[in-house]
């Protein structure tokens, strides 16, 4: 069974800093894209940031220059560090990855439970 679980996360205050973590887990064969998606209140679920399995990496218009995605993939780990954080930047943060779990014909798309970051004075 894969799985992944994201840590971080929390109340923030405006212009503030936090890093969401996750790890994949179970039997996997191999890990293609890994990604951060947000859904606000109210709102569609959004692409915040994607990193290939090529290292090239994608950022949503409104996180460029503020936010940094990297992955560990030995650690088969992806992060999130959010800096100059907005009230806008509230809402549930759910990782994604693009999984060939072991003795399947993969690959298959995984969600994390998601984590809510809370931006406010």
């Known amino acids: 069974q894969v799985q992944l679980v994201e840590s971080g996360g929390g109340l923030v205050q405006p212009g503030g800093s936090v890093r969401l973590s996750c790890a994949a887990s179970g039997s996997i064969s191999s890990i293609h894209a890994m990604g951060w998606y947000r859904q606000a209140p109210g709102k569609q679920r959004e692409l915040v940031a994607i990193?290939?399995?090529?290292?090239?990496?994608n950022y949503a218009d409104s996180v460029k220059g503020r936010f940094t995605i990297s992955r560990d993939n030995a650690k088969k780990m992806v992060y999130l560090q959010m800096n100059g954080l907005k009230s806008e930047d509230t809402a549930v943060y759910y990782c994604?990855?693009?999984?060939?779990?072991?003795?399947?014909?993969?690959?298959?798309?995984?969600w994390g439970q998601g984590t809510q970051v809370t931006v406010s004075s």
């Open positions: 990193s290939s399995s090529d290292g090239s990496t």
């Open positions: 994604h990855a693009v999984i060939i779990p072991v003795s399947t014909m993969g690959p298959y798309n995984y």
